[in-house]
Structures are given as C-alpha cells and as structure tokens.
C-alpha cells in the first residue's frame, strides 16, 4: 500500500481536524477523499461497499479491495462514467495520487514525509508525465492545481508534491 495502513489506523482525534495542503480539507477529508478514490477503482470490478464511518477504520479494508482488483486487471479497466482505460495509465495517475496524499497527510501531521526511494523513483517520472503541458490533470479544470518548478536539491516525494501543485515548503498553521 502506498501509505501504511497502520499509519492511518493511528492517527489521532484530535489530528482529524487539522489543515492539510489540500486546500479547505481536514485530514478526515482528505482520508475521505482517498478512501473514495480506493473504493472507485475497487468499483470497476466488484460490488461497492458501505463506509463505517471513520475513514481511518476503513481505509485498511478499502485499499485492499483496490489493490485486489489492480493485481486482477488485464490490459484495460472499466472506469465508471469514463469506458475502459489502459490499466498502466490508471495504476500510473492512481499511485502518483495516492503518493501525494501520502505527502499531504504527513504535512499534515507535521511528520516528514517520507516514502521508500524505489517507489519515489518510480513515481516521479509518472507525475512529470502525468502534469506534463496540455495534460487535463492539472491546470484549470484538472484535478491538480498548476504545477510548481522540480528542484534537485528537494527529495523526490517533495518534487512529486510540487508537480501536482503543492507548495513543498507547506507545513501546518502555528
């Protein structure tokens, strides 16, 4: 899983109202919006499932399921209101997603954020593909805010953030 469910698991009461560099999201939104991401790829190939509540109790239970149905899929996916997509593009844009919350859920916490260099490696050509000019992800109307410059001084994860928008010095209000 790109952020450990166990991390999540933990994530204090009193954290789940915080700010993150999502702009207007709490970290319960933010858990949320990647538990709702998770559960839609899980959609294309199996039945949907009722949330419980708390995101953190159910983000373990719905990366599993879309994790199953990515190691499953074939050449293509069947996205909800979208067809079938080529299954490399859809993992490509769903890890580069989900390893920007991983980003946005540690700043919020005031943690380093922090992901294994393979998987950072790995993902940082894929942002730049993913923002690149004239992409319909990022820019107006994408998902992504415009992307901010790389620099090679910031670790791999904070040129990742700033491809899809997010200012990598962002840290929590005082």
Not at 56 to 74: M, N, P, S
Not at 101 to 110: E, I, K, N, P
Not at 116 to 128: C, K, Q
Not at 163 to 169: F, I, M, Q, V
Request: hydrophobic share 40%; glycine share 6%; with cysteine.
């Amino acid at each position: 899983m790109l952020i450990p469910s166990h991390d999540v698991a933990l994530i204090p009461d009193a954290a789940m109202k915080e700010p993150t560099p999502c702009d207007g999201w709490t970290v319960t939104d933010l858990l949320h919006h990647m538990n709702e991401r998770h559960e839609a790829m899980a959609r294309t190939a199996l039945a949907p499932v009722e949330p419980a509540g708390d995101p953190r109790d159910d983000f373990a239970r719905i990366a599993a399921r879309c994790h199953a149905v990515l190691e499953q899929a074939g050449e293509t996916v069947h996205l909800p209101q979208r067809g079938p997509a080529p299954t490399r593009m859809v993992l490509g844009v769903h890890t580069v997603d989900m390893l920007v919350h991983r980003w946005d859920l540690a700043r919020a916490l005031g943690t380093a954020p922090n992901a294994p260099s393979r998987l950072t490696d790995a993902a940082l050509p894929l942002a730049r593909a993913n923002t690149a000019p004239g992409s319909p992800l990022n820019g107006p109307g994408g998902v992504y805010r415009p992307s901010l410059a790389e620099d090679p001084a910031r670790p791999p994860i904070d040129n990742i953030a700033a491809l899809l928008g997010r200012d990598p010095n962002w840290a929590p209000p005082a």
